[in-house]
């Protein structure tokens, strides 16, 4: 595994950090809150939330970025969502948003790399990006199993940060959580993408 990371990485680094796009799916659930907080002397030291079960509301975010910007996400609510992401959810998303915002990059070649997931399959997401206006896009490569950590500024790195954000107003509702994932990944800086390519090695 050491080595295709290292292969993957290699070819990264020639073709430069504007031309690479990530891509992956994360979530929150309605009640999540930071589980820590500071409170004043004679403050009640917890955090009152609406749900804090696993079987609280589940909202589903697809996001992308390139090195330099991120592109606009899409949110899915517990009706949208139903059991899951489904291929035909993602191949929406590039549809309506990504192939456009990624069109509009203008820079040429792009390459998408994302996890090996059953719902990502490179031909149908490479013919959809061409069908909808993205030429730019020439090849998508699904990362090896288990090197998301090493190789993705998504995985534990932007998602983090952007959790971070989503929390630090407070326990997320059914009213706020859309606004508040979306206003999170939209704070998200410049200097934070390019601080975790680096940090992948990229």
């Not at 595994?1 to 992956?24: V, Y």
């Not at 326990?171 to 706020?176: E, H």
Request: hydrophobic share 35%; aromatic share 6%; glycine share 4%.
């Amino acid at each position: 595994m050491c080595e295709q990371i290292a292969k993957i990485r290699r070819k990264l680094q020639r073709i430069g950090i504007q031309h690479i796009l990530f891509l992956d799916e994360t979530h929150k659930r309605e009640g999540d809150s930071d589980n820590y907080t500071l409170v004043l002397p004679g403050q009640p030291p917890y955090i009152e939330s609406s749900s804090t079960s696993s079987y609280a509301a589940r909202y589903d975010m697809i996001a992308c970025c390139s090195g330099t910007t991120l592109l606009p996400p899409i949110i899915y609510s517990p009706a949208q969502r139903d059991r899951g992401v489904t291929q035909e959810m993602l191949l929406d998303y590039i549809r309506n948003l990504l192939a456009q915002a990624a069109g509009a990059l203008d820079t040429y070649p792009l390459l998408l790399l994302l996890a090996r997931s059953p719902i990502h399959n490179e031909a149908n997401l490479l013919q959809v990006f061409h069908e909808w206006g993205c030429q730019d896009l020439t090849q998508v490569i699904r990362i090896p199993p288990a090197s998301a950590k090493r190789l993705s500024p998504l995985d534990n790195s932007l998602f983090n940060l952007w959790r971070g954000k989503v929390l630090a107003s407070g326990p997320l509702t059914r009213q706020n959580i859309e606004t508040r994932m979306s206003d999170a990944w939209n704070a998200i800086t410049q200097e934070d993408i390019k601080a975790q390519y680096r940090h992948c090695g990229l």
